[in-house]
């Protein structure tokens, strides 16, 4: 489990998470005046002729919010689970993860799209009995279309840095939304995600880059 307790959560100057820093590179933005301290902690670090406060969160002078529009979740089978519930959505069966998988509406084999609007979760049962056909050949009705989900952008930062109720340190709550990756980490908690580790199927963890 990714440990935060000695890391610097960054805000920009609407207050709304950034990302994610090393100590280190919390000290530089404050002591250069890029950022401004939000919460200290009570920890002070001591060179030789000073004495330094270690923050818990800073905010950045001049970062001015990022387009919220443009920001959604990266399509993942992750994502693609989470905005379905971890629910088949052709029998709504749901439980351990290594029994889902992808289906596509329209077969690939026909021109179908790897796509939000293409791809919904399937349990193996139903994704082996619907093969290469197509919804209206099976009669089939979903209880709704696919689209692209919309995780607001403070719960996809959770999302992207693995941040959850359990290892959120205490000074950052509120400042994040923990909704979405909540609902991941009570699948893996579960232990249904034991695919989700490492299958290198385009996983939001497994591709970030290095933290801090
Ligand atoms: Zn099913």
């Known amino acids: 489990m990714a440990n935060f307790e000695r890391r610097v959560l960054v805000l920009d100057s ?3 998470p950034v990302k994610i820093v090393g100590l280190q590179t919390g000290f530089v933005l404050l002591y250069t005046d890029r950022a401004s301290p939000v919460i200290d902690s009570p920890r002070i670090i ?12 800073v905010r950045l002078q001049n970062c001015s919010p990022r387009n919220r529009k443009a920001a959604g979740p990266r399509f993942s ?22 029994n889902l998988t992808m289906d596509h509406l329209i077969p690939l084999a026909r021109g179908g799209k790897t796509s939000w609007e293409n791809i919904v979760t399937a349990c193996k049962a139903c994704n082996l009995r619907k093969g ?8 089939l009705r979903l209880p709704r279309m696919p689209v692209r989900p919309h995780f607001n952008s403070t719960a996809l930062f959770a999302l992207r840095y693995g941040l959850n109720s359990h290892n959120i340190p205490e000074a950052w709550n509120g400042y994040v939304d923990l909704s979405v990756s909540n609902r991941l980490n009570e699948h893996r908690i579960l232990g249904r995600s034991d695919d989700l580790a490492g299958s290198g199927n385009s996983l939001i963890l497994g591709q970030l880059p290095a933290v801090g």
């Open 132 to 139: 290469a056909r197509t919804i209206e050949e099976l009669g």
């Open 14 to 16: 609407r207050y709304e």
């Open 46 to 57: 001591r060179s030789i002729s000073n004495a330094y406060t270690v923050p818990w969160i």
């Open 77 to 98: 089978r992750q994502n693609v689970y989470l905005r379905d519930g971890f629910r088949c959505q052709y029998c709504n069966w749901t439980g351990s993860l290594l």
